[in-house]
């Protein structure tokens, strides 16, 4: 059994607080993480001290400001094992990087009848932007099939990808059915095709040990937020070869080399997909994220959430009428409905406990189709969480089923 929840959770100031009267227990940190002491500092630190704008000023904050952020570029790249620093780019997060593959890279190898190959499991902002592609190009999408329990098969994978097909985009973690699909083996079929893999690391980054070099991914986007950093900052990693080939898509300071009144050369990646003031201060958090997921080793977070999560995958199956979408096998979450219970009940009577969960599509409506529902409930678990508040959450589901059947 692990120790790292109680231990850790000293160092989550928010969650040491009552809701409707409770103690807090946040289940929710798929959708957000919380954050640590060290990151809330760091930021406050470099506001108060180090805080200009960067990659222009000669004078000593200027230079203090593109050291702390070009230092958070390093610990990105060190915490994903790429193979260079100028492999990251830093954007807003998984979506905006999703973006930036998909309207740069992709819109310039695709064309009519060519192939994006998708699951039908992704999180919108790792389908819409293939949809964009899909129709300025007339290339088609196509899915590989869930088996029953959610999973995906390689034999599928084989089946499905062709030498038309230019990009294989699929979630590492699903946000729903907590399924971790196998990354390095797509890869390597997408890589037979001469297809680029290209990764949704959202739900990954915060709970595994990632390595872009062995999963031999062509792009991983991730967002700081849900590994303990603050909003507003992730981070897209290509490879060199690749980011060097593709057209910034957005424009204006920084990011160029030369400006003439009718024509402009622009920067080398990262800096050339990096225009304007950069998100300075959350690239900084970002990197005391990773330090302080680091310091306690993403082995052991790993170990953690994956005991957090058998035991809530266990007990909840016990409980009368609830279904559990997914695999047994899952990484930091499980889903579930109550029977004739809609889940936008079961997450308000359980927040009159103090107990915040998910409810809702998930941003993942055709996954919802697939499962046969219009929403579900989802409890996510993080370094910070304990086996009470599984037992609460437990508890709390007990009651709910009661309480609905008592009155139904
Ligand atoms: N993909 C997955 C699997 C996610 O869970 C999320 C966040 N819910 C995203 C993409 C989008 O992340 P963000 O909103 O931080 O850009």
């Known amino acids: 059994m692990s120790s ?12 040491h607080q009552e809701v409707n009267g409770h103690p807090l227990v946040y289940l929710d940190s798929g959708a957000s993480s919380q954050k640590p002491i060290a990151v809330i500092e760091a930021i406050k630190y470099y506001y108060e001290h180090d805080h200009a704008n960067v990659h222009r000023g000669v004078h000593t904050l200027g230079s203090r400001a593109t050291d702390a952020y070009e230092e958070a570029r390093d610990k990105v790249a060190a915490f994903l094992n790429a193979k260079r620093r100028e492999e990251i780019v830093f954007t807003r997060g998984t979506t905006t990087a ?10 310039s190898v695709c064309g009519e009848g060519d192939e994006i190959v998708l699951t039908p499991m992704e999180h919108h902002s790792n ?80 709970h595994l040990k990632v390595d872009v070099q062995e999963l031999d991914c062509d792009f991983y986007a991730f967002s700081g937020h849900k ?39 622009f920067k080398d990646p990262p800096e050339r997909f990096e225009g304007g003031t950069p998100i300075i201060a959350g690239a900084v958090g970002l990197g005391a994220a990773i330090d ?20 809530a995958y266990e007990q909840l199956s016990e409980i009368e009428g609830l279904t559990i979408y997914g695999p047994r096998d899952r990484t930091g979450l499980v889903t579930f409905n109550m029977k004739d219970i809609h889940a936008h009940d079961v997450a308000t009577v359980i927040d009159q406990e103090g107990i915040a969960i998910r409810a809702g599509h998930h941003c993942c ?17 993080y370094l910070y969480n304990t086996e009470d508040d599984v037992a609460k959450l437990v508890t709390a589901l007990r009651n709910t089923e009661r309480f609905f059947n008592s009155i139904g």
């Open 365 to 381: 409506q055709p996954l919802m189709k697939w499962l046969n529902v219009n929403a579900t409930a989802r409890a996510s678990f």
């Open 227 to 265: 590994m303990c950093g603050p909003t507003g900052i992730g981070a897209l990693y290509g490879k060199m070869e690749l980011l060097e080939k593709m057209e910034p898509i957005e424009f204006g300071g920084e990011m160029i080399d030369r400006v003439d009144l009718f024509e402009s050369t």
């Open 292 to 311: 302080f997921l680091n310091g306690i080793g993403m082995d052991r977070i790993r170990a953690h959430d994956a005991h957090l999560t058998q035991l």
């Open 127 to 206: 389908l819409i932007p293939w949809q964009q592609v899909a129709k300025a190009t007339g290339a088609t999408l196509k899915y590989i099939p869930l088996q029953q329990d959610g999973t995906i098969s390689l034999s599928d994978v084989e089946a499905t990808v062709t030498d038309r097909t230019k990009i294989v985009a699929m979630t590492y973690v699903s946000n729903v059915l907590g399924v971790t699909n196998p990354i390095r083996e797509v890869a390597a079929i997408a890589h037979r095709h001469g297809a680029r893999m290209v990764v949704d690391g959202a739900q990954s980054t915060p």
């Open 4 to 15: 790292l929840g109680a231990d850790i959770r000293e160092q989550f100031p928010i969650l």
């Open 98 to 107: 999703i973006n930036l593959v998909a309207s740069s890279y992709a819109r």
